[in-house]
C-alpha cells in the first residue's frame, strides 16, 4: 500500500503545480495586457505633443513674422544711422523752435 500513498502524494503535488502555472500564466498574461496599454497610450502621449507644438507654431508664426519684420526695419534704421546724420537732425530740431 505504501506506493499508493507515495502516488497520492504526486498527484497532489501535480494538481497544486498545475493551479500555480494557470496563476502565474494569468498573471504574466495580464502583465503584457497592461505593457501593450502602456506602449500604446505612450505613442498617443509623444503623438499629442508634437500636434501641440506643432499647432502652437502655426498659431504664433504670424507674430513671429511680423516681429521679424520689425527687426528687419530696426535694423535697416539702424545701418542708416550715422553721426552725421544724427547731427543734422539736431540742428534741424533745435533751430525749428
Do not use: C
Amino acid at each position: 500500500m505504501p506506493p499508493r500513498l507515495e502516488h497520492d502524494n504526486l498527484d497532489e503535488k501535480l494538481d497544486k503545480l498545475e493551479r500555480m502555472v494557470a496563476q502565474d500564466h494569468k498573471m504574466i498574461r495580464s502583465l503584457y495586457v497592461r505593457a501593450r496599454i502602456s506602449s500604446i497610450l505612450r505613442i498617443i502621449y509623444i503623438l499629442v505633443l508634437i500636434g501641440v507644438a506643432v499647432g502652437g507654431y502655426y498659431f504664433i508664426e504670424p507674430y513671429l513674422k511680423e516681429v521679424k519684420e520689425i527687426y528687419r526695419s530696426i535694423k535697416a534704421t539702424q545701418s542708416q544711422l550715422t553721426p552725421q546724420g544724427i547731427m543734422d537732425w539736431f540742428r534741424a530740431t533745435s533751430t525749428s523752435r
